[in-house]
């Protein structure tokens, strides 16, 4: 941070000598996404949820049949821009940083049958009326009860090894998994899950299937309130999010949990019949 060149101490120009900078990097700042990338985004992300499996050229196709002039290469962008990637097995072609350990997948064939066995995180794309960001969640696979959530405006790991930090500070479970996304790969954010003697499991490329209660979460998140609602700042998304994890947690019957609410099962009946939530506590905002 530099000092106010108003107390004397030394001027801008002098500041920036010191710390190597360019004065123009100094007031740059970051031009948004087009008013027209922002509607393609939007609806990129609409179509991705219904359809996963979609990829580039299947994304062209449908946004010029919806009357968009586009090309693969701005498509490619934007589905990056958002953390998207279609949903289909690839070859084990490419060679992963040897500082980012892959980890096998641990949890085919195994039985689910208690909390805290399995927990599972990813991110997903928000969209803003006027931007974007990003949302990441931790799930335990037994109860479908999100431990934890924040909010960022960039796609680097901080957000992620923060929000997983804090539920750790007071649970901990014996399997972790996630895809191999350089989020989670990174050792920052895989050795405080070792160091707790949590194994660690990582989907195959491409499998979103692997960890599958997650995808689940992210569309019932985006049909049930991101779609229906006009979200105009990351203020009002964090507030709005907050009270949908409450309502998810405490409130909405899973067919699956033979129409108990996440809370009840991981929680117990008990404490779930009380409508308190001492466990929940939802991640601060993050935005970087």
């Not at 399995?118 to 037994?142: K, N, P, Q």
Request: aromatic letters at 12%; hydrophobic letters at 35%.
């Amino acid at each position: 941070m530099l000092v106010d060149p108003q107390d004397g101490l030394f001027s801008v120009r002098r500041q920036c000598d010191l710390l190597g900078l360019n004065r123009s990097s100094l007031y740059y700042r970051p031009k948004g996404e087009s008013e027209e990338n922002l509607v393609l985004m939007r609806l990129l992300d609409e179509q991705y949820t219904r359809t996963p499996c979609y990829g580039v050229l299947k994304m062209v196709v449908y946004l010029r049949n919806l009357g968009y002039q586009v090309n693969a290469k701005r498509v490619r962008r934007l589905l990056r821009l958002m953390g998207l990637e279609a949903v289909y097995q690839k070859p084990n072609t490419s060679k992963p940083n040897p500082e980012h350990k892959v980890y096998p997948y641990l949890l085919r064939g195994l039985v689910i049958d208690h909390c805290d066995q399995v927990w599972s995180t990813d991110i997903t794309y928000i969209r803003l009326t006027l931007g974007f960001v990003y949302l990441v969640a931790v799930i335990d696979w037994y109860s479908r009860y999100v431990l934890g959530w924040a909010l960022s405006n960039t796609l680097d790991a901080d957000f992620c090894i923060e929000t997983v930090g804090n539920i750790l500070e007071r649970r901990q479970c014996g399997i972790f998994n996630t895809d191999q996304g350089s989020q989670f790969t990174t050792p920052r954010f895989t050795q405080p899950l070792l160091d707790k003697g949590i194994k660690i499991s990582m989907d195959g490329r491409g499998r979103a299937l692997d960890n599958i209660f997650v995808e689940r979460l992210w569309r019932t998140v985006k049909y049930e309130y991101v779609y229906l609602q006009d979200i105009q700042t990351v203020q009002e998304a964090w507030l709005g999010l907050r009270d949908y994890f409450n309502f998810y947690n405490n409130e909405r019957f899973h067919q699956s949990l033979d129409y108990r609410t996440p809370a009840d099962v991981y929680l117990g009946n008990n404490q779930a019949k009380t409508g308190t939530t001492t466990f929940y506590q939802p991640a601060s905002i993050l935005i970087r």
